[in-house]
């Protein structure tokens, strides 16, 4: 099957698996998982080379074949083609899945419904206000040119995901209340936000990667543009089930997977060209034009081997969340598995690679 009709067909799984989340989040207020303590469970120095762990981190399992590491990985992987908390969590629940790419809100979202699980990797954006990864998308004649203006209007929402997080971070900033706005569930997949915001189904919306340069240039005769959040918005992790670094061989497994997955991102940042032909261009499908932009606006990975304030941010996060979707708040350190804390860092010291403890400052609610 070609990855245009894998994709179409994940399009559809991301809908359904979103719902399912949705649904389940309406009766989790007292559903929560009590994650194991793993801290002084030493994980082995070396991993079995019979070890078989399921990934699914696309990215970064092309950034492997394209650097020519994929091969010497020291344990057998099968890798899913699905990333991003929906996906990822369903697999979780069906126990055939034990890493995923994902970005800070499904590990919460999770906590909130039972699942068990750790965040093993962080990475962040050097300079991420100047380069986010959302900016907000603005409908034509919704007569939003600032924050503040969002007051009554519509706006685009996906609970459980990054962008849902995102919204109510961003009316937190402009000082207004879910009750100040009016929120419309919407999954944030494909072009399902652009298309809202040009059918005027929606007054506003995060817009991520080429959709930022695609939707004014194809609205923006009409009025639509899109402004800044100012913001941080860049955190992302590898997320595993609890029971998965639980096993010995699983958790020597995982720790070498993030070492390849650190070095897969510098290894993306330092390789535009390839990039962009071998990824954006021949994979993902978009024109050079697009891959180019992306690799422009995408900034520089930083991977901090300290993951304090990484924790006292997403604490931000969770709290604002729990006040704002009637949930539980919880001490957000026992979702990272700080084990793995300094392993990618260490596996890319001396690249130049940013990998200073302060890398996930302010990306919480409050910044």
């Not at 894998?6 to 809908?15: D, M």
């Not at 965040?119 to 100047?130: N, Q, S, W, Y």
């Not at 392993?343 to 403890?357: F, H, L, Y």
């Amino acid at each position: 099957m070609s990855r245009a009709l894998r994709a179409a067909a994940l399009l559809t799984t991301v809908l359904i698996s979103s719902a399912v989340l949705t649904g389940c989040a309406d009766n989790t207020a007292t559903t929560t998982a009590s994650s194991k303590d793993l801290s002084d469970v030493e994980i082995p120095k070396t991993v079995d080379p019979d070890t078989r762990i399921t990934i699914g981190s696309p990215e970064i399992q092309v950034a492997l074949k394209l650097s020519g590491q994929i091969d010497k990985i020291p344990f057998k992987v099968k890798w899913a083609n699905l990333s991003g908390g929906p996906q990822c969590s369903e697999a979780f629940r069906a126990n055939s899945l034990d890493v995923c790419s994902a970005a800070e809100i499904p590990s919460i979202h999770a906590h909130w419904t039972g699942l068990d699980t750790k965040l093993v990797a962080a990475a962040f954006r050097t300079d991420p206000v100047k380069n986010p990864i959302y900016e907000l998308g603005i409908a034509p004649g919704a007569d939003i040119d600032s924050l503040a203006d969002l007051r009554g209007k519509k706006i685009a929402y996906s609970p459980g995901q990054a962008q849902g997080a995102l919204v109510l971070r961003i009316l937190a900033k402009a000082g207004l209340a879910k009750s100040d706005v009016e929120l419309v569930e919407l999954p944030s997949t494909g072009d399902v936000y652009p298309t809202a915001l040009g059918g005027g189904q929606v007054d506003a919306a995060p817009l991520g990667g080429v959709n930022i340069k695609r939707y004014p240039a194809k609205y923006g005769k009409d009025g639509g543009k899109t402004i800044p959040h100012g913001l941080r918005d860049d955190p992302g992790h590898l997320w595993v089930p609890t029971a998965s670094v639980s096993d010995p061989q699983k958790a020597a497994a995982i720790r070498e997977f993030v070492k390849y997955w650190a070095k897969a991102r510098v290894w993306i940042d330092t390789h535009p060209e390839e990039w962009i032909e071998g990824y954006y261009v021949k994979d993902q499908g978009l024109s050079r034009e697009d891959g180019e932009y992306l690799v422009k606006t995408g900034g520089h990975p930083a991977i901090p081997d300290d993951w304090t304030r990484a924790i006292a941010d997403q604490q931000k996060t969770v709290d604002l969340l729990a006040k704002e979707t009637d949930q539980k708040p919880f001490d957000t350190e026992i979702l990272f598995d700080r084990r793995y804390e300094k392993v990618g860092a260490e596996a890319v010291a001396g690249t130049g690679a940013d990998t200073g403890s302060d890398t996930g400052a302010e990306s919480g609610a409050g910044s």
